[in-house]
Each structure stands twice: as C-alpha cells, then as structure tokens.
C-alpha cells in the first residue's frame, strides 16, 4: 500500500518587502513529506525555516509555487478558506504553548472544535473529544486547571491535545521544546515520538541537534533553499534515550 | 459558528474582566437611565399640565383680556372685561350651563380665640360649585340674591372650617374676614387639589363683597367691576365652536369694537393643553438630545474599552486564528462583546431609569410618567450604539495577520 503525500511543495519562493529591497525567504523550495514521518527541520535563524513553517501552517502563502496538503492545492486560497484549513486539517504545537489565559485546560483543548463550522460539533461531543485527547497526552487529571496553574511541560502537553483533538493532517511543531528543561522536553518528545509511532506525520522545527535526533528524517535549510534532507542514521542521543526509557 | 457559541466566547471574554466591563458599562447605563428619567419628568410635567387644566371643569371657555393682541408699548384700550360682562353671558348666551369669574385675595380670619393670616379668599359667582366639580358638605352655597344684595356671607373650604372650629359646627356662626364679619353658611366638601389650586383652605364669598370690601375700585361705577377672567362652562362639547362665537359677538358689541380687533381672546381647555404640549415637547427634545449625547458618550466608551481590548487580546486572537477562526468568527467575538456591554449597561440602564424616575416621583415635587417609547427608544439607541461603536475594532480584530498576531507579546 502506497503512503499518501502529506506535503507536496513545488518551486516554491516566498519574497517579502516591495520595491528595491527584497528578501527572498524561500527560494525554490521542493519538498515532499509523505504520511507517518517525523521531519526535524534546521538551520540558523533567518534560513526560510520559519517561512516554511507558516506557509506549511496556512498562515502565510507562498509568492511563488504551490502547496499541496493531502492533496488539495492550498497555495492560491483566500483568509477565510485557509482559517478553515487550518481548523481542519492542521495542529500547531508553538515553542510558548500559546494557550489561551484564565480559561481551562479542557476549554483550550476543544477551541478548534468550537471553530468547526462545518459539523457543528455538539457541546458534549467536544467535551469528550477534548477529554480523550487530554488522556492521550496523559493530563487526564488536570482538565480543570488554568495554564497558569500548570508547569511548562504540561502547558506544552495542553498544546498537543489541541493540537490533536480535530484529527489534523499534519501536526506542526515550532521548537516545541524551546522553552522547557531538560525533563520536560523529554516528556514532550516522548509524546511526540509516541504519535508518530501511532502513524501521525509530524513536522517540527528545532535548532538543537539532540532535539532534532529524534525525527525520522532531517532537513537542513540555509538562505532560504534546503541545505540537506536525509534520513536520520542516529538513535536519540544517549541522554535523552536513558531518560525516555525511563519515562516510557 | 452558531450564534449560541459566538454569544458564549463574547460572554466569557467579559467575565473574564468583570470591573472593566462594569466600568464600561457605566457609560451606556446612565445614558439610558438619563433618557428615561429626563423624558418621564417633561412627560409627568406635561400629564400634570393637562390635569390641571382638565380639572378647572369640562367644556370650558376661558375669556381673557387681549393681552396677547397687544404690541410693544401699546396701551391697552377698550374698558377690559367686566363683571357685567359675565352676566351678559349669561343672560344672553345659550347653551351656557355656568359663568364664573373669581377675584383673589389674602386676608386675616378670626373665630373667637383662632386667627389665621394670609387665608385666600375667592370672591366668586353662584356658579362656581357646579363647574368647578364641587359639592357642599354642610350648610349650603350662596344665592344670586345674596349675590345681587352683597350679603357678607361665606363658605369654607373643608380644611379650614376644621382649623377654625374643630369638631364644632360652622355653620351660623360668626367669622371676621379682614374687617369684615361675616357668616358662615356652608361648608365644602374636602376636595384633592385639582388645577393646581388647593380650594380646601379658602373662603368663598360673593364676587360683589369681594369688588366692594376687599378690591375696592374707585372707577367701578364707570368701567364696571374689572375681572381677569371669565370661565364660560358650555353645556354640550360640540356647541363649543359655536358657543365662543356668540360670545364674541356680544362681547364685540358691548366693547364696541369690530370682530377682527377683539380685545379679549377665547380659548378652549384644547387650545391651552395644545400650546402648553409644544412648549414641553420643545422642552423634552431638548432633554432628549442631552440624553442623547451621554449616550453618545457612552458608546465612544465603549470603542475606547474595546480598542484597548483588541490590543491586548492580540495574542489570544493569534491563537484563536491559528487553530481555524476565520475573520468574521473574530469579527462575531468582538462585535458581541460590545453588544453585549451595550445590551445588559442598556438594560441596568432602564432598570435603574424606571427605579430613578419613580424615586424622583416619590421624593420630589416633580411627578414623573414613564413612557414605554421611552424605555424603547432608549434600549434600543444604546444597541445601535454598541453595534456602531463596537464594530471599528471588532473588524480591526477581524483583519489582524495570523502570524503577527501570534508573534505580539
């Protein structure tokens, strides 16, 4: 059985400013990430690697070249359609959780529900997705508390469920781990490494080698043109390998 | 998104931040409570008004000298109204159930041991009980011939009749009016203070003792007795019209002056209730608009309020977008948000407008209606308020970039 393409990225240049001075960001970027596969993307900062990831997150579109998610061209859609896109088809996991102050961790895992024009999902129903995807990232307990009553790494497993809950696509992580220990990363990257296990394709964007070890393939981006794209020969680095058996 | 979840996230945003949506409110509230105190008292006013006037009796005409004619520096001519004016009147009209003319004055009564100062005294026509609605209790009300022959006789408003004499009878004794002693030979029935009068602590005499004994004019025998008013009671509504021009006629002949310069005018309950009506209808548009304004104010709060608002939820708009709000989902969460400050500040609004103006009622003088239309117009002026004022920034939520928004602190 042949996995789906996830993402097909053709010739594509994304160029900001007008007029004289042009940054060319993304330049002619070609990129296929088929169903399953954890891809760590790299590189110093202001190598496209963060335009890559709006463009891949439907916040952004491409000045050039099309974007194919699942199959459905993506890259010429208007707001609207790519706000619908986004509730649909993708999770985002952020580096600072970006989890919605004073409201529960439950009520911010059902917001892409609450955005799901098109089923109209019940209020119980939510709340039972919500919950079930709080138990996959193991906050059974927390539902109730608020983010600020929760420690960073599970304001990051908050994200996840969220991030999981509308059954996306594509789950895209912008250094998830950026803002959190040692511990906390593991448990984050043990969750992560758990969804891909499930089949779930994961893009995740990190400057931290060890963090990066972690993915299946890697892609190294530098001004604004993939730099490498290999599979990755290494196991997760032996610190964290200790510490995720422990933890699994 | 259905409208039940738009109302909840807008909901929560505004509890989230209970005292910022008070104070908000604030402005909405007292706008709406302003217009509906502001119009209940010129309504009250104007009920009040046309009570009174209503209250002098039905069917009247009222004929005054014709001030009103008169330019600047113009002296008034002909002889004025007269006493005999009102009994031609009433000679040689028809269709008049009543005429009345009343002279006022203040004086000191005494019974025995009690003295009262500055107690009104109506010197008036037989008439006067019936088209003024009133009934004698005790005793019984002047004749025209003791009118004709000036006898000194009086009738109490109930009120005073029980300051002068307590339980004790009135009727037959002797009171002294000013100088004058005289007896008393009714007692009126006690009566609510219609036309703004309170009768119950009058004397009512005959009008010729009063034109002889207390407004003594020397040039009486001349001009006749001089009287401000005539009030002319008309048997049946619809002889009204015609009635007034009879009595033009008469009068014009005995003035000796043509029907296109009278110099007196006549004029109905109707046209009274009617001038004084565009005097307090000026009067409330004038209430309103100040009403208007504060309300005008409020929703500027309101945008201020919800600018700030946009600004410093921008994060919180970020995430909203990224996890798949379209623009008018955010458009929808903000305009709602000012709704419903303007919805419930509108409703507090007419609470306390409702509350306020009944308060006023009770503890002023002022009498205060509240009118439906009032409540209506102004609940629904401060919707249309948060609506007009909530929707610049609610679309500037609307319009933010998903990737700048994330990005701000």
Not at chain 1, 88 to 107: C, D, M, T
């Amino acid at each position: 059985m042949t996995k789906k393409t996830i993402i097909k990225i053709l010739d594509l240049t994304k160029i900001y400013g007008l007029g004289d001075i042009q940054v060319r960001a993304l330049d002619n970027v070609n990129l296929t990430v088929t169903e399953g596969e954890f891809v760590a993307i790299m590189g110093p900062s202001g190598s496209g690697k963060s335009t890559l990831m709006n463009i891949l997150g439907c916040l952004d579109r491409p000045t050039e070249g099309k974007y194919y998610l699942a199959g459905e061209d993506v890259s010429e859609l208007d707001k609207v359609q790519l706000a619908t896109i986004r509730n649909k088809k993708l999770g985002f996991i952020f580096q600072s959780y970006n989890l919605l102050p004073r409201v529960s961790a439950l009520e911010n895992v059902m917001l892409p529900l609450l955005y799901d024009s098109m089923q109209d999902i019940s209020g119980e129903e939510q709340h039972d997705r919500a919950l079930k995807s709080l138990e996959a990232v193991g906050l059974a307990e927390r539902v109730q508390h608020q983010p600020h009553e929760l420690s960073g790494g599970q304001s990051q497993r908050v994200a996840i469920a969220r991030a999981l809950v509308n059954e996306p696509v594509l789950i895209l992580a912008d250094e998830p781990t950026g803002n959190l220990d040692t511990k906390s990363s593991v448990e984050i990257l043990s969750i992560l490494t758990k969804l891909h296990g499930e089949g779930r394709t994961i893009v995740m964007v990190t400057h931290e080698d060890d963090i990066a070890s972690f993915a299946q393939r890697i892609i190294r981006f530098r001004d604004g043109r993939i730099d490498y794209d290999k599979p990755n020969g290494h196991k997760p680095v032996h610190l964290y390998k200790k510490e995720v058996d422990h933890e699994l | 998104m259905n409208s039940r979840k738009v109302f909840r996230i807008a909901w929560e945003g505004l509890t989230r931040n209970k005292v910022r949506s008070l104070l908000t409110m604030l402005g909405v509230i007292i706008g709406v409570a302003a217009v509906i105190i502001m119009v209940s008292v010129s309504a009250g006013t104007e009920a009040t008004i046309a009570e009174q006037i209503q209250g002098l009796g039905t069917n009247l005409v009222f004929i005054q000298e014709g001030f009103s004619r008169m330019g600047p520096g113009e002296k008034q001519t002909g002889s004025g109204l007269t006493m005999e004016d009102a009994e031609a009147i009433k000679e040689n009209i028809t269709g008049v159930s009543g005429v009345v003319v009343e002279q006022n004055s203040s004086e000191t009564v005494k019974y025995s041991g009690t003295s009262m100062d500055e107690v009104s005294i109506l010197g008036t026509t037989v008439d006067f009980p019936e088209v003024r609605d009133m009934t004698i209790a005790e005793g019984r009300y002047f004749s025209q011939t003791e009118l004709d022959r000036k006898t000194k006789v009086a009738v109490l408003g109930a009120t005073l009749a029980e300051e002068l004499f307590g339980d004790g009878t009135a009727v037959g004794q002797m009171i002294t009016v000013g100088t004058v002693k005289m007896t008393v030979i009714g007692v009126m029935e006690e009566k609510g203070s219609t036309g703004g009068v309170d009768y119950n602590s009058n004397v009512f005499i005959p009008i010729t003792v009063s034109f002889t004994k207390f407004n003594y004019d020397p040039f009486a025998r001349m001009t006749g007795n001089r009287v401000r008013m005539i009030y002319v009671a008309v048997e049946n509504e619809e002889d009204i019209e015609d009635t007034i021009y009879q009595i033009e006629l008469l009068l014009a002949k005995r003035h000796d002056v043509s029907l296109d310069s009278l110099d007196f005018t006549a004029t109905t309950q109707d046209d009274i209730i009617e001038t004084q009506e565009s005097t307090t209808a000026a009067f409330r548009s004038l209430l309103g608009w100040v009403a208007g304004v504060s309300l005008l104010v409020g929703g500027i709060g309101i945008m201020n309020i919800m600018l700030v608002s946009v600004t410093e939820r921008t994060r919180e708009i970020g995430i909203r977008q990224s996890v798949g709000a379209t623009p008018s989902d955010i458009r929808w969460q903000f305009l709602t948000e000012a709704l419903l400050l303007s919805l419930v500040g509108g409703l507090i609004g007419v609470a306390s407008g409702i509350g306020g103006a009944k308060i006023f009622g009770a503890l002023g003088d002022m009498r205060t209606v509240v009118s439906m239309s009032s409540v209506f117009i102004a609940f629904s002026s401060a919707a249309a308020v948060g609506v007009f004022f909530g929707y610049y920034p609610a679309n500037k939520a609307a319009q933010l970039d998903p990737i700048e928004a994330l990005r701000h602190e």
